[in-house]
């Protein structure tokens, strides 16, 4: 008999909920991770220590309330590294302790130390004092993760030329700085900083950003950010980063260089599997390190899966936690849905964005009809109460089944508000449901009301034309 029946590499969302899953199904289930990283890149520098940096820099520099006590308050006026490390600190290790707490539980054994295959049911796990330990499982699911890819042109010294991973790592607030990618991690730091009152200089070299998203959201943002000092330049490529005792030089191939106290890389991220030996296991991983996987997350060989960051796409703490759930009860038999289809997208950026279904721009190339509805925050009471005039909700409404197709959020609570959408579109709800729900008053979730009666309204519009 082998020692477990699940064996788990990597303890981040995936992982985590991979073994939890196994181990409410009453299996045998082991977790392997370094002992410093129990709870993934999302727990140490991915998104819980983001986006509590964010809650830290909203609460520390007052900006959300600018509109209601004018644009001088502040509630700390020189905020420091520490005050914003303080708070990270707390929460990560509040969240470690919970998925330790959870582990041990649901009686999930948790070896520390970095994994590697021997065969196709064997993980070597070398300890921290050097020694291997030989730990045998029926199946196997890797989560490994990725890392920041980092060019290899470029000096990183971690703490004035770092990737994502290192930004706790700065000695002070950079008065200035220069963020190669605009991604959704380069774009959320991107609006802390700036909301630090740091300089920062954008440089993505596709022509525009977050292209998934709504275009107007996208140009709100834009704008938003521009009015904290952010300068943005598209279509332009970095040929080289220099290091000078006073600071950094970013020269771009177009020629242009901009000076800067710091420069942070956010432009993709490899998978961690160059250190698990997988053609011992008869797998393999592509270019950027990822692992190939069917429906049921399972790799070539079938009693190995992969969830999370390493199968690439979406590469979310929400949805890799989905995919290690699922695959863990493929591996016990456990009959399991497919993951839905109607994923939410959150973007932590000031303002913050969410979405969920399609945007205009795809319905407009699909060739499918839709009316907007859009719903205004300053012209709700909840939105000049909290002192957000910029916020909106806009849902893509189908005129002929009157179903929902997008939902498009931009400002205070949208990544919370979507949810309201998504729950209508799951079940199949039409926009008459939102326009006879009665919501709670003065709430943002209103907004929902006021966006269905502009959609109906306009869509009635068109009606009562051809009567
Ligand atoms: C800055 C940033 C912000 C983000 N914000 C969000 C957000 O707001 N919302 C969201 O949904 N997602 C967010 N993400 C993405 C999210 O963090 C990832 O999708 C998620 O962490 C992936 O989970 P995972 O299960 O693949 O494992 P990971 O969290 O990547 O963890 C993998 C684990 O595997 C371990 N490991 C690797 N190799 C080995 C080995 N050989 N042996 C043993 N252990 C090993 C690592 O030590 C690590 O602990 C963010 C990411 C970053 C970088």
């Known amino acids: 008999m082998r020692d477990f029946d699940l064996l788990v590499i990597g303890s981040g969302p995936g992982g985590q909920k991979a073994a939890i899953a196994a181990a409410k199904l009453g299996r045998r289930v082991a977790v392997v991770d370094r002992p410093d990283m129990v709870g993934g890149v999302s727990i140490h520098t991915g998104t819980i220590p983001s986006k509590t940096l964010r809650e830290a820099v909203l609460y520390l520099t007052g900006l959300t309330q600018r509109d209601l006590y004018g644009q001088s308050y502040r509630l700390k006026e020189d905020i420091t590294v520490a005050d914003l490390t303080a708070r990270t ?83 002070q607030v950079p008065r200035s700085m220069v963020i ?39 140009e709100s943002l834009k704008y938003h950010l521009r009015d904290l000092a952010v300068t943005f330049r598209f279509g332009e490529t970095v040929a080289a980063v220099e290091k000078h005792p006073k600071g950094t030089l970013t020269i771009l191939e177009s020629g242009k260089k901009i000076p800067a106290d710091s420069v942070m890389y956010s ?9 698990l030996d997988l053609d011992k296991a008869g797998l393999s991983a592509d270019r950027r390190g990822r692992i190939t996987v069917d429906e049921h997350y399972r790799t070539e060989v079938p009693h190995i899966y992969a969830v999370g960051d390493v199968i690439g796409f979406p590469a979310l703490a929400a949805t890799s936690m989905e995919q290690g759930r699922t695959a863990a009860y493929h591996a016990c038999g456990e009959p399991v849905n497919r993951m839905h289809d109607l994923q939410p997208i959150g973007i932590y950026t000031i303002p913050e964005i969410s979405f969920i279904g399609k945007t205009e721009d795809q319905l407009t190339e699909d060739c499918v009809p839709f009316e907007v509805g859009i719903s205004r925050y300053r012209e709700l009471a909840r939105g000049q109460i909290i002192g957000d005039s910029h916020g909106m909700l806009k849902l893509l409404v189908s005129p002929e089944t009157r179903k929902l197709l997008g939902v498009h959020c931009f400002g205070t609570g949208a990544t919370e508000l979507i949810h309201i959408g998504q729950s209508v579109m799951g079940c199949g709800g039409t926009v008459d449901y939102l326009v006879d729900a009665v919501f709670n008053y003065p709430t943002l979730a209103e907004s929902y009301k006021v966006a269905a009666l502009d959609a109906t309204n306009k869509i009635r519009q068109i009606d009562r034309l051809r009567d």
């Open 267 to 275: 432009a993709g991220r490899q998978g961690l599997t160059d250190e």
């Open 89 to 171: 600190s707390h929460v990560v290790s509040r969240e470690v302790d919970v998925i330790r707490n959870q582990l041990s539980r649901n009686h999930v054994s948790l070896f520390a130390g970095t994994g590697r295959f021997v065969d196709d049911h064997t993980v070597a796990l070398r300890e921290v004092t050097g020694h291997d330990r030989m730990l045998s499982a029926d199946n196997i699911v890797i989560a490994t993760g990725t890392r920041p890819a980092r060019p290899a042109t470029v000096e990183f010294d971690e703490r004035t030329i770092l990737d994502s991973d290192n930004v706790l790592n700065l000695e």
């Open 180 to 218: 190669v990618g605009a991604g959704v991690i380069g774009m959320e730091y991107a609006s802390m900083f700036a909301a630090l009152g740091s300089k920062i200089t954008v440089v993505e070299q596709r022509p525009g950003m977050l292209d998934f998203c709504d275009v107007e959201v996208i």
